[in-house]
């Protein structure tokens, strides 16, 4: 437990007991919170000059900052988001939503239905109308459903893509087709 003030040597009520109790307590929490941080922080706070309150204060301070900046910079590239053309949807998906799992791990937890309408924002020109379907839809669309759907329209793009041609003219001497 950090005790927030040493004890003062002109306090009539004190005696030199507690006042060494006090410093040796203060050392048992500093060297709990300094055996925490890593190599390079120990040799940052390691010295004297700091009684455990005052460690714990400024870690606190500097690392509850760099927290809060994170937050911000989850949220922004959360919103600043795009994908490509020639990425797979599916895998642009994932990185959204893992994007959206640092702001959950932040305490910043989206509607599942915010996520899958801004998932569907994010699509593309060429999914534009496959997005404008789904906005449509009568029922709530879950995440599970909207990933499931868009793997079977990547899927279905893909084989549409790979058909072969059914019937093209067959070239005979000198470039000519058998029709003409």
């Known amino acids: 437990m950090i005790q927030v ?3 003062e040597p002109t306090d009539t009520n004190l005696r030199i007991v507690e006042i060494v109790q006090w410093t040796e307590m203060d050392q048992i929490d500093r060297g709990t919170i300094l055996s925490a941080l890593s190599n390079t922080l120990f040799d940052v706070y390691c010295s004297n000059s700091y009684t455990a309150k005052s460690l714990w204060d400024e870690l606190d301070w500097k690392y509850n900052t760099e927290e809060q900046g994170l937050e ?3 949220i922004s590239k959360f919103m600043r988001y795009q994908m490509v053309e020639y990425r797979f949807v599916a ?3 994932r990185e959204i939503t893992n994007l959206e799992h640092a702001l959950t ?4 937890k989206l509607p599942e239905k915010f996520l899958v ?3 569907v924002d994010k699509f593309f020109k060429s999914w534009e109308s496959f997005g404008m379907t789904l906005k449509h839809q009568k029922r709530r669309l879950p995440l599970d459903d909207l990933m499931i759907a868009i793997s079977i329209r990547e899927e279905h793009r893909n084989q549409t893509h790979k058909m072969p041609i059914e019937h093209q003219p067959v070239q005979s001497n000198g470039g000519k087709t058998e029709s003409e």
């Not at 791990?105 to 910043?108: L, P, R, T, Y």
């Open 5 to 7: 003030t040493r004890p």
């Open 72 to 74: 911000k910079y989850s």
């Open 91 to 93: 895998e642009q998906t």
């Open 105 to 108: 791990d932040a305490a910043m």
């Open 117 to 119: 309408m801004s998932i």
